[in-house]
Antibody, heavy 112, light 103 residues
Framework: EVQLAESGGGVVQPGGSLRLSCAAS????????TSWVRQAPGRGLEFVAN????????SYLGSVRGRFTISRDNAKSSLFLQMNSLGAEDTAVYYC?????WGQGTLVTVSS | DMQMTQSPSTLSASVGDRVTITCRAT??????LAWYQQKPGKAPKLLIY???SLVSGVPSRFSGSGSGTEFTLTISSLQPDDVATYYC??????FGQGTKVEI
């Protein structure tokens, strides 16, 4: 059974940083594109970033480009999202996704 | 940037009705399109990939069609369990804004 487990969410002040992690199991992680998707309270799904299986290519939502960095460690079947210069608009549940498999999400709240 | 536009944003129908949701892409995406169902407080569930391929275990009342820039998700006979918000997505990229289906 494929499992994705996000961690690292929490409350952070505006301008602060957080690092999200996603641990994958039950899947050959190193062969899949992986993504971060977020959902602000009461809002729709929003693509944040994705990364090629070997980590050589990344793509970002325009509003996070330059502030967020997606990375992966295939040896540890893990995906990361480094988030800097956070603002209220980044408040959301952040999901890790690999094809049809999604984690349960981790909540990031940006508030003073 | 690529944009995905869904319509309608909300849909109210009766049990047994045929329901259709439309998704339009601003660029040609061939059949690189997925449909998701999301219920409150839950992670999205993949229903359809490749624009028209049904995920194993998904009821056959769900179907997808289209290619290029215009796509549809059809529920042939709406059931109470289908109350949810539905999203289209260009593979691994942008989502439509969602269609809330009510009974």
């Amino acid at each position: 059974e494929v499992q994705l487990a996000e961690s690292g969410g929490g409350v952070v002040q505006p301008g602060g940083s957080l690092r999200l992690s996603c641990a994958a199991s039950g899947i050959t992680f190193s062969t899949y594109w992986t993504s971060w998707v977020r959902q602000a309270p009461g809002r729709g799904l929003e693509f944040v970033a994705n990364i090629k299986p070997d980590g050589s290519y990344t793509s970002y939502l325009g509003s996070v480009r330059g502030r967020f960095t997606i990375s992966r460690d295939n040896a540890k079947s893990s995906l990361f999202l480094q988030m800097n210069s956070l603002g209220a608009e980044d408040t959301a549940v952040y999901y890790c996704a690999i094809n049809e498999h999604w984690g349960q999400g981790t909540l990031v709240t940006v508030s003073s | 940037d690529m944009q995905m536009t869904q319509s309608p944003s909300t849909l109210s129908a009766s049990v047994g009705d045929r329901v259709t949701i439309t998704c339009r892409a601003t660029q040609n995406i061939n059949t690189w399109l997925a449909w998701y169902q999301q219920k409150p407080g839950k992670a999205p569930k993949l229903l359809i990939y490749g624009a028209s391929s049904l995920v194993s275990g998904v009821p056959s009342r769900f179907s997808g069609s289209g290619s290029g820039t215009e796509f549809t998700l059809t529920i042939s006979s709406l059931q109470p369990d289908d109350v949810a918000t539905y999203y289209c997505q260009q593979y691994s990229y942008s989502f439509g804004q969602g269609t809330k289906v009510e009974i």
